[in-house]
């Protein structure tokens, strides 16, 4: 009788649902897993020794490379940790401002890890779907900063510029009639915050929609339930953070265990799962999506009646504004220094982590007194969670390794960084 051997099985990196460049090596007993060796490093790009290498405010632009789907989150946590080395206070309404466009960024992760996860088991609808609300949350990323994905919004002292008063409209042109500009332009006649404010009220509806095609579906239930099982002490073990230890059932959210800006002003819930399985995972970041919304509403419900400074006015540590730049010699020296050598930190050793859409997303950061770190140390929620993927899949099915990987929500950025 011939020898029964396990198959090795190499699982990416060009395959779809690796989500960039993940090669697993899989060791198979005909279709079960019985091992796998997850292969990090391919989209290795050296973050924290540029980081090292630069001066501070030169390295926030990095940040939004990491988690490329979460940007301003990694900003934050990185500005954070320069504010605590310097011991400097962030005008309130720059916290109000940080804390909406973290939630705002906090729905745009969760669109597209719904669009994706749900892609890989097979439904393609529900990409169509997230796709067309995170446009409306692109284009206010980039009526505040200009840029889409890479924002470098968040600055030390604050963020770059106040919400504008109006938002950019469409135009007509070869492909799109005066009606179809009308109609796509009816809420952007306002400023920035009713744009959102008319997102929010719309934006329930929709994970209404999502919740109809998923929650009850028996096809995505057969592929998430009972699959990716891990307990709630196993979870504590194996440095789960976020949605992936919320979905075990364990309370941990640091926006309100260890509140930061103004989270400890917010009304919001935090939901919990109970089995610590993959549709666990998926109702308590569909919950998410909710108290997001919830969060957005409160700030923009403060920025309204609430005018003031969003950057800080010392210009040791932010730049003067142009206006100011292009009038003052004493500005324009100011500018030139901030942007060419930066500014130097007292010496000493800080961390910060922020309730990042995947999990606790820190930095940590040794200053010896010059004008660049001694020391960048990233903190990645994915890295722990892939890192738990063998343990995850073994006993499972060849399939669900694509559905555990989806309820991960890993994004290599920040894995390999």
Not at 86 to 112: C, G, S, W
Not at 162 to 184: G, I
Not at 226 to 249: C, D, H, K, N, Y
Request: charge should be negative; hydrophobic fraction near 35%.
């Amino acid at each position: 009788m011939p020898e029964l051997r396990n198959m090795t099985l190499n699982f990416g990196p060009q395959h779809p649902a690796a989500h960039g460049v993940l090669r697993l090596i899989l060791e198979m007993n005909g279709e079960v897993i019985e091992r796998a060796d997850p292969h990090i490093g391919l989209l290795h790009r050296a973050t924290e020794k540029l980081a090292e290498s630069k001066p501070y405010n030169q390295s926030i632009g990095y940040m939004d490379r990491l988690d490329y789907v979460s940007m301003m989150c990694n900003e934050h946590a990185y500005v954070m940790t320069i504010e605590k080395l310097l011991k400097i206070e962030v005008p309130i309404r720059a916290q109000y401002i940080r804390v909406m466009f973290d939630e705002i960024t906090r729905i745009l992760n969760h669109l597209l890890w719904i669009g994706a996860h749900a892609l890989d088991v097979g439904a393609m609808t529900m990409f169509l779907y997230a796709f067309r609300e995170r446009e409306d949350l692109m284009d206010v990323y980039e009526a505040v900063s200009g840029a889409r994905l890479h924002a470098t919004y968040y600055r030390p002292g604050g963020v770059n510029r106040d919400l504008p008063d109006r938002m950019p409209n469409y135009e007509t042109n070869q492909w799109r009639s005066e009606s179809d500009a009308n109609r796509l332009n009816e809420n952007r006649s306002g400023s920035l915050l009713d744009f959102i404010e008319d997102f929010t009220r719309r934006f329930p509806g929709y994970v209404d929609e999502y919740e109809t095609l998923l929650t009850d579906n028996r096809i995505w239930k057969q592929r998430t339930v009972g699959i990716g099982v891990v307990s709630p002490e196993r979870a504590m073990q194996l440095g789960f953070t976020g949605p992936m230890l919320r979905g075990s059932g364990v309370e941990w959210d640091l926006r309100k265990k260890q509140p930061y800006e103004v989270y400890d002003r917010m009304d919001f819930d935090v939901p919990v799962g109970t089995t610590g399985d993959s549709y666990d995972r998926y109702l308590v970041r569909m919950e998410e999506m909710r108290q997001s919304n919830r969060i957005v509403k409160q700030c923009i419900d403060w920025l309204r009646v609430n005018p003031g400074p969003v950057l800080l006015e010392d210009h040791k540590v932010t730049p003067p504004r142009r206006l100011e730049m292009k009038e003052d010699m004493e500005s324009l020296i100011h500018h030139f220094k901030h942007f060419t050598e930066g500014y130097c930190i007292p010496a000493g050793e800080a961390y910060v982590g922020i309730e990042h859409p995947k999990g606790e997303f820190g930095i940590y950061m040794i200053s010896d007194g010059a004008n660049k770190p001694y020391r960048v140390k990233i903190r990645a929620p994915g890295f722990a969670h892939l890192s738990a993927l063998d343990e995850m899949v073994r006993g499972h099915m060849l399939a669900d390794v694509v559905a555990v990987i989806g309820t991960q929500d890993i994004v290599f950025g920040e894995i390999d960084r």
